[in-house]
């Protein structure tokens, strides 16, 4: 949920023309309703949420309240 508020809170997110499973996902990335009352809850529906779940997780360094970094050294 703190990444979802995280993303929600970006101005803006830029999704390349050419990602259209990706811009398909953040379109109809939703929170569940109640079927009865329509009322929103607080999970996420779980479909159409494989990109945009690996972006998430891509920025959760930076949801976290303490950010860390760790210098794992030259890649090369």
């Given at each position: 949920?703190?990444?979802v508020?995280f993303?929600q809170?970006?101005?803006?997110?830029i999704v390349?023309?050419?990602c259209?499973?990706?811009?398909?996902?953040?379109?109809?990335?939703?929170?569940?309703?109640?079927?009865?009352?329509?009322?929103?809850q607080?999970?996420?529906i779980?479909?159409?949420?494989?990109?945009?779940?690996?972006?998430?997780?891509?920025?959760?360094?930076l949801?976290?309240?303490?950010?860390k970094?760790?210098?794992?050294?030259?890649?090369?």
């Amino acid at each position: 949920v703190e990444g979802v508020k995280f993303m929600q809170s970006l101005k803006k997110i830029i999704v390349h023309p050419d990602c259209k499973e990706t811009q398909f996902e953040m379109m109809n990335y939703k929170y569940k309703t109640d079927k009865r009352s329509g009322e929103i809850q607080p999970d996420m529906i779980d479909e159409n949420n494989h990109y945009v779940d690996a972006i998430r997780y891509a920025l959760r360094p930076l949801t976290d309240s303490k950010p860390k970094f760790t210098d794992y050294g030259p890649l090369f």
